[in-house]
């Protein structure tokens, strides 16, 4: 896999996420006008939201995934390129240190998981 390839699929998840949520939303709005009552109507659409917020969350995973693949991807090219002899090494997919341990660090997932709730509030406000 090389960087261009890494960004593609960041660009695909999200696509497809967005296509999901489109397609959630034209749901939670079916399921109300045929709810038998705007209590269950209601409820329906919360359950559905709660649905789309975890997708969201889901989503927003493999995104910080593919980009702290890409990045990595991206120095190694780099330095492939630039020095015979690199000094960035392959690394496993240990867990603890190394990318895992960078990649779960911070508050960059938190903040994105954050952002999705946000994006999921503003398509179900109507419920």
Do not use: C
């Amino acid at each position: 896999m090389d960087y261009s390839l890494a960004e593609q699929q960041m660009s695909q998840v999200q696509q497809q996420s967005q296509a999901t949520l489109d397609k959630m939303q034209n749901l939670a709005q079916k399921l109300r006008m045929q709810a038998p009552d705007e209590t269950t109507g209601r409820e329906w659409a919360m359950d559905l939201r709660e649905v789309a917020v975890t997708m969201q969350q889901q989503n927003q995973g493999t995104m910080m995934l593919l980009q702290q693949m890409a990045q990595y991807i991206h120095t190694l090219e780099n330095e492939l390129q630039t020095h015979p002899r690199p000094s960035v090494q392959p690394r496993g997919w240990g867990s603890g240190g190394g990318f895992l341990g960078n990649l779960t660090a911070g508050l960059g997932m938190g903040a994105g998981f954050a952002v999705a709730e946000d994006v999921v509030n503003d398509i179900f406000n109507a419920f």
